[in-house]
Nanobody, 123 residues
Framework: QVHLVESGGGLVQAGGSLRLSCAVS????????MGWFRQAPGKEREFVAY????????NYADSVKGRCIISRDDAKKTVYLQLDSLKPEDTAVYYC????????????????WGQGTQVTVSS
């Protein structure tokens, strides 16, 4: 069984930074594309970034491009999301997710999900 646990969320002022982490247990971490998604109140869950299972190719949503870096440590079975220059519109619950061997930006295509971590950006 695969478990994902996010951490690192919190309250930050606009312009600040946060580093989210997602620790994975079970499964085969180095076979997974790891994605970050977010969901604001009353809105659909949306793609933020993913990092491919091998070689680490990354992809970012336009809304975070240039302000966000996704990375992974296969030895620690952990994926990270560095968020900089945060804006109030970044406020959301951030989820990490995993899918095996393929990449994608559609939440429904991901097999495993964490419980989420709240990010709140004050103006």
């Amino acid at each position: 069984q695969v478990h994902l646990v996010e951490s690192g969320g919190g309250l930050v002022q606009a312009g600040g930074s946060l580093r989210l982490s997602c620790a994975v247990s079970g499964g085969t971490f180095d076979a997974y594309t790891m994605g970050w998604f977010r969901q604001a109140p009353g809105k659909e869950r949306e793609f933020v970034a993913y990092i491919k299972w091998s070689g680490g190719r990354t992809n970012y949503a336009d809304s975070v491009k240039g302000r966000c870096i996704i990375s992974r440590d296969d030895a620690k079975k952990t994926v990270y999301l560095q968020l900089d220059s945060l804006k109030p519109e970044d406020t959301a619950v951030y989820y990490c997710a995993a899918r095996e061997f393929t990449t994608g930006v559609v939440p429904a295509r991901y097999d495993y999900w964490g419980q989420g971590t709240q990010v709140t950006v004050s103006s």
